[in-house]
């Protein structure tokens, strides 16, 4: 026997427990079992102590919930139960891909073609190719195969690179290369910066033919100390993940990004920085109440970043007593709403370059001033958006 993985059978149940489609891979528990899930589901679920691996004698039911059907595998074995979730959640995603919603109605159209990506997806048991771009192309929407004159192995399955296919061609060959960082930063009224860290994402779009090798050249702290350059320019990476098609050995070895991309859109990589960042759009805030029964409430806000930069559809979030009525609002840009259900007064600005100062006077009604007292102010949030403009200073 093989490693101890290994779904015995792979079930797709209605709500109820019926089986609308199941494939038997292994054949070693019987198909009769499955009856026993939702029995024994329904039974753990009323004692409060619903697990996803469900046991029924020597049986384990290894299943996920989506939509309105069950995935479940079936197992005797001390199998990797890891990997048979990991597998459950795959197929969830391809069928997905295939059929846009997967529900109890996409599995009724689809038998033929369900049967076909259950026996590519997994063999005697085993996950196999699982990339749906891979699949798509040799199991059509049609459920008929490709070519029929062709071999069935697709050249993925006997290259090394299973996320992307021999033979593609472009006319134009190009690569598009987009940087998104998001800031996470928390100020309090002092000024100090309570947590700052940045978030990033490398994104490529690529229209290259063949079995192309890209190198991404970073600056990269650990990189530039390691090739003798400056640190002024570079930039600290932390808790950096990969797609699967980067070198990881070269990586570790002299820091190169080296990789054969999948064709189309896809992430290259994420990271995150703990920086000190300077607030981009810095917001203070003066709140002024008059004889016990209204409040005015003016927030000031200011672009700290380049005068050739623009910041798109910023949003000040500023909470206001949950009491408050009558809303009256001033800005000197953009323009203010009252959402009384969420206690917030939503400031937003369509366009705000760097270098400019703005205002905003909110003025409102307090029945009782008693009960600001004890909810103590909440922060003022602020969502934006700068295109061309990366905060931890990466380049690429």
């Not at 026996?119 to 929407?141: H, R």
């Not at 070895?253 to 960042?277: A, K």
């Not at 809303?327 to 323009?335: A, E, I, W």
Request: aromatic share 10%; glycine share 8%; net charge neutral.
């Amino acid at each position: 026997p093989g490693p101890a993985m290994a779904a015995s059978a792979l079930f797709i149940l209605d709500l109820k427990g019926k089986p609308l489609i199941s494939r038997n891979y292994k054949g070693d528990v019987g198909l009769g079992e499955i009856e026993h899930f939702m029995g024994v589901l329904v039974q753990r679920e009323e004692e409060g102590a619903l697990t996803p691996l469900l046991t029924h004698g020597k049986v384990h039911f290894l299943w996920i919930k989506h939509a309105n059907l069950y995935l479940v595998a079936t197992t005797k074995k001390n199998g990797n139960a890891s990997l048979v979730y990991s597998f459950l959640y795959k197929v969830v995603e391809v069928f997905c891909e295939y059929f846009k919603e997967l529900e109890e109605e996409s599995i009724r159209d689809n038998f033929v073609i369900i049967y076909e990506l259950l026996d590519e997806l997994m063999d005697f048991g085993f996950p196999q190719t699982t990339d749906s771009k891979i699949l798509q192309e040799y199991i059509t929407q049609e459920g008929n195969k490709l070519e029929t004159g062709k071999s069935r192995v697709p050249t993925t399955v006997t290259n090394a690179v299973s996320w992307r296919s021999e033979g593609i061609k472009y006319k134009k060959n190009e690569v598009f290369i987009d940087v998104i960082e998001s800031v996470n930063l928390l100020v309090n009224a002092n000024g100090s910066v309570l947590l700052s860290e940045v978030v990033g994402t490398i994104k490529l779009k690529v229209f290259l033919s063949g079995m192309p090798e890209l190198r991404l050249g970073l600056n990269d702290r650990v990189l530039f100390e390691l090739t003798g350059r400056g640190k002024n320019k570079s930039v600290e990476l932390e808790d950096v993940k990969f797609h699967q098609c980067v070198r990881l050995s070269r990586f570790d070895n002299d820091r190169t990004i080296s990789f054969i991309p999948p064709d189309g859109d896809f992430e290259l990589m994420s990271y995150r920085l703990n920086t000190q960042v300077k607030p981009l759009i810095w917001i203070e805030s003066v709140i002024e109440k008059f004889s016990h029964s209204r409040v005015e409430i003016m927030v000031k806000a200011k672009g700290q970043f380049k005068k050739q930069s623009v910041a798109n559809g910023v949003e000040i979030a500023v909470p206001v007593p949950s009491d408050a009525d009558s809303p009256k609002f001033k800005t000197s840009v953009g323009s203010a709403k009252y959402l009384p259900e969420k206690n917030l007064v939503i400031w937003t600005i369509k366009s705000f370059p760097g270098g400019k100062e703005h205002l905003m006077r909110a003025h409102f009604g307090l029945p009782s001033v008693e009960k600001e007292e004890e909810e103590g102010r909440p922060p003022i949030s602020v969502r934006f958006e700068i295109p061309y403009f990366t905060v931890s200073g990466i380049q690429v």
